[in-house]
């Protein structure tokens, strides 16, 4: 399986969630966490030019010819976030384009702080295995056991696991 940005994202915020969401089971259509997060992310690349571009297996919100930009609308899992970025930037950088990754988070009182990545043999190494992660965990047969969270009631898998 072709790992994309979101299966990396989910495998650090919830492993279940990433088993699933790669098997094709998708449930975030009914959540409102999920629309508001798209919502903010139009609303933002709306404002500017070179918006979403589709690469391969991935979706890149923004590149310019210094960054790679990923918008995000909270800072609550930043590990995810960071290495779907680095996921990003090692695509890019196979097609010969080197670039930094720089995270927006537009938090809830409406201030935005940045984060600025790069990949290098340190960030490499953790992409890779991770990636190795992942395709071990998409093997299994079956999902892993839910892991309950205080995120977990926000999650649009929330009833799949627990009730």
Same mark, same amino acid.
């Not at 953790?126 to 839910?146: A, G, H, T, W, Y």
């Given at each position: 399986?072709?790992?994309?940005?979101?299966?990396?994202?989910?495998?650090?915020?919830?492993?279940?969630?990433?088993?699933?969401?790669?098997?094709?089971?998708?449930?975030?259509?009914?959540?409102?966490?999920? =629309? !508001?997060?798209?919502? $903010?992310?139009?609303? #933002? +690349? /709306? @404002? &500017?030019?070179?918006?979403? %571009?589709?690469?391969?297996?991935?979706?890149?919100?923004?590149?310019?010819?210094?960054?790679?930009?990923?918008?995000?609308?909270?800072?609550?899992?930043?590990?995810?976030? =960071? !290495?779907?970025?680095? $996921?990003?930037?090692? #695509? +890019? /950088? @196979? &097609?010969?384009?080197?670039? %930094?990754?720089?995270?927006?988070?537009?938090?809830?009182?409406?201030?935005?702080?940045?984060?600025?990545?790069?990949?290098?043999?340190?960030?490499?190494?953790?992409?890779?295995?991770?990636?190795?992660?992942?395709?071990?965990?998409?093997?299994?047969?079956?999902?892993?056991?839910?892991?309950?969270?205080?995120?977990?009631?926000?999650?649009?898998?929330?009833?799949?696991?627990?009730?």
């Amino acid at each position: 399986m072709k790992i994309t940005g979101t299966i990396v994202n989910y495998y650090y915020h919830c492993k279940r969630k990433c088993y699933l969401f790669s098997n094709r089971i998708n449930l975030e259509d009914n959540s409102e966490d999920v =629309r !508001i997060g798209k919502v $903010l992310h139009e609303l #933002k +690349l /709306e @404002e &500017k030019s070179n918006t979403e %571009i589709k690469l391969d297996n991935i979706s890149i919100d923004k590149i310019t010819d210094k960054y790679v930009i990923e918008v995000k609308k909270s800072d609550s899992d930043i590990q995810a976030a =960071r !290495i779907q970025v680095l $996921l990003y930037l090692k #695509k +890019l /950088e @196979e &097609k010969g384009i080197r670039r %930094i990754g720089k995270l927006v988070f537009h938090e809830k009182n409406s201030n935005e702080s940045v984060e600025l990545i790069e990949l290098n043999d340190k960030s490499r190494e953790e992409l890779n295995n991770c990636v190795k992660e992942i395709n071990i965990l998409l093997e299994s047969d079956i999902p892993p056991l839910p892991q309950i969270k205080k995120s977990c009631k926000k999650c649009a898998y929330y009833e799949y696991c627990y009730l």
